[in-house]
């Protein structure tokens, strides 16, 4: 059950992207399972991958290709991962690229490979490989809700944003002196083995914005940080982790190049709302999710700390099954904070709050809390669970679901 998530029915096309997609049958029959993304000539192309040391053969193939060349094709399967495969699974990623480069008329390491699916199996590669003539015939520009779905795995929902933003530059004196209108719109596909850096997710993010290459690079890193950085389902880090954004550069407006561009805030706004929107999407549609809970971690007196203690209470067991049953046991929430590992904590400065109902104050029970005003927040469907170290200025947000019996279920039947 997905957390106040609403399917997307309209997106703005992006000039510069056409989308092809195929029923390939590569894990289930009659649904779409094959995606390929066509990016115009002059596109520029910037991603950042999954830290799990075993990462998969696609995911290795494209940061290599990312470094060698620019971008003009990336192709999605989903239902096998093509992880855990050894010297096959580069063979096969590779083969995948230089089909469709041999379909295209494009170099080989001009193709971003993706998958997402079991881990450990080999890629039905004739399946694959027969699927990717049908997509190609079908491109268009106004296919991304079926897109959406055609990246799914254990996903109930497709995932995306799309809109239209206008970028205004303004002078010294706050005047508007320029205005473009730009296009954003993305796709995502997440739902369990989620876990920074990244999680089990796949992300698409496009717009026709100018931006340097140098500079796209450093957005990526910065947005995804901010976003798909901080969301956890399970404290699984994936092996095929992706999120790519991608400017075609197809907007009738000037290259944007520098931070110090006065178009650079509101461009990097827009961008960073559809990577919030997409990061949190897949949180919402955590297997068997039924809370969307935000994890903000107070006058920390470093970024590190701060998530240390956001990722200790995000990930218990204890939090995220009194999270599922709706029961107000805030002492798991203190518990796992006096574990998260800060050094020369001092009980006296802490206080926590659900919502706005202060459960802890100064290190024990509030004074005010209730039983009723904190089970109240506990049987919303969304929470902000805040906790105050008194220890500096810093602020850090994650966020995550409860835990619940369908999680237990959709990982134990998953291979099924």
Not at 74 to 79: P, Q, S
Not at 91 to 114: R, W
Not at 256 to 277: G, N, T
Request: aromatic share 6%.
């Amino acid at each position: 059950m997905a957390v106040g998530l609403e399917v997307l029915k309209n997106y703005h096309p992006v000039n510069g992207v056409r989308i092809g997609i195929a029923q390939a049958g590569i894990k289930y029959q009659g649904r779409n399972d094959l995606v390929i993304f066509e990016l115009a000539e002059g596109s520029r192309v910037s991603g950042v991958f999954t830290l799990n040391a075993f990462c998969a053969a696609p995911v290795q193939v494209s940061k290599k290709h990312l470094s060698e060349a620019d971008t003009r094709y990336l192709v999605i399967n989903t239902g096998n991962a093509n992880a855990g495969t050894g010297p096959q699974g580069m063979v096969d990623a590779l083969a995948t690229c230089e089909q469709l480069a041999t379909l295209t008329g494009v170099e080989t390491n001009q193709i971003l490979p993706f998958s997402t699916g079991v881990i450990g199996e080999p890629l039905p590669m004739t399946k694959l490989l027969n699927g990717l003539s049908p997509a190609l015939e079908n491109l268009a520009s106004d296919v991304w809700p079926q897109a959406a779905t055609g990246i799914m795995t254990t996903d109930t929902l497709p995932k995306g944003y799309s809109q239209q933003v206008n970028i205004a530059a303004t002078d010294a004196d706050d005047s508007e002196i320029d205005s473009e209108i730009i296009t954003v719109s993305g796709i995502s596909k997440g739902a369990g083995m989620i876990m920074p850096n990244m999680a089990t997710m796949l992300a698409y993010l496009t717009t026709d914005a100018v931006i340097a290459k140098p500079l796209l690079d450093v957005m990526c890193k910065e947005m995804a940080d901010k976003s798909f950085n901080r969301v956890t389902i399970d404290g699984d880090t994936s092996t095929n982790d992706s999120c790519m954004l991608i400017a075609t550069a197809k907007a009738e407006m000037a290259e944007i190049s520098s931070k110090d561009d006065p178009r650079y805030s509101a461009v990097f706004d827009a961008l960073l709302e559809a990577f919030m929107v997409l990061s949190h999407a897949i949180v919402r549609d955590g297997e068997g999710a039924t809370k969307f809970v935000t994890m903000e971690v107070q006058q920390a007196a470093s970024v590190k700390e701060a998530l240390d203690v956001a990722y200790t209470v995000a990930h218990s067991p204890l939090v995220k099954t009194a999270l599922f049953a709706c029961d107000a046991n805030w002492g798991r929430i203190l518990a796992a904070v006096g574990r998260a590992g800060v050094q020369n904590m001092i009980l006296e400065d802490i206080d926590i709050y659900l919502d706005d109902v202060c459960i802890v104050k100064n290190g024990g029970r509030a004074a005010s809390y209730t039983e009723e005003a904190g089970a109240a927040i506990f049987a919303q469907a969304e929470i902000t669970i805040s906790i105050r170290l008194g220890r500096g200025d810093i602020t850090e947000r994650v966020w995550t679901t409860d835990l619940s019996h369908e999680y237990v279920s959709i990982n134990a039947d998953y291979r099924s």
